[in-house]
Nanobody
Framework: QAQLVESGGGLVQAGGSLRLSCAAS????????MGWFRQAPGKEREFVAA??????????ADSVKGRFTISRENAENSVYLYLQMNKLKPEDTAVYYC??????????????????WGQGTQVTVSS
């Protein structure tokens, strides 16, 4: 069984920056696709960014493109995932979730489903 643990959320003023981290580990955890999703109060969970398991290609939601950067570090049976968030806006306020999927990345992005999820970390951007 895999475990994903996020950290790095907090309160920041508009225009500021935060860096989220996700430590993913497990008995057979090897190069899955990874992604970040977020959910604001009263809204559905939405895709933010994703990175492929084999060649580190990255994908972003239009709302964060040019402001957020996803990256990963791979280790034996573990992955460290990051989300650098710059020029934050109040509409970025949400609970951010780390996710891992061993199937098609496109499916994870389009259906917002994953094999494993973290517990979430709150990001609040004040105006």
């Amino acid at each position: 069984q895999a475990q994903l643990v996020e950290s790095g959320g907090g309160l920041v003023q508009a225009g500021g920056s935060l860096r989220l981290s996700c430590a993913a580990s497990g008995r057979t955890f090897s190069r899955p696709h990874m992604g970040w999703f977020r959910q604001a109060p009263g809204k559905e969970r939405e895709f933010v960014a994703a990175i492929t398991g084999s060649d580190d290609n990255s994908y972003y939601a239009d709302s964060v493109k040019g402001r957020f950067t996803i990256s990963r570090e791979n280790a034996e049976n573990s992955v460290y995932l990051y989300l650098q968030m710059n020029k934050l806006k109040p509409e970025d306020t949400a609970v951010y979730y780390c996710a891992a999927r061993f199937g098609a990345l496109s499916t994870m992005i389009q259906t917002r489903t994953a094999d494993y999820w973290g517990q979430g970390t709150q990001v609040t951007v004040s105006s």
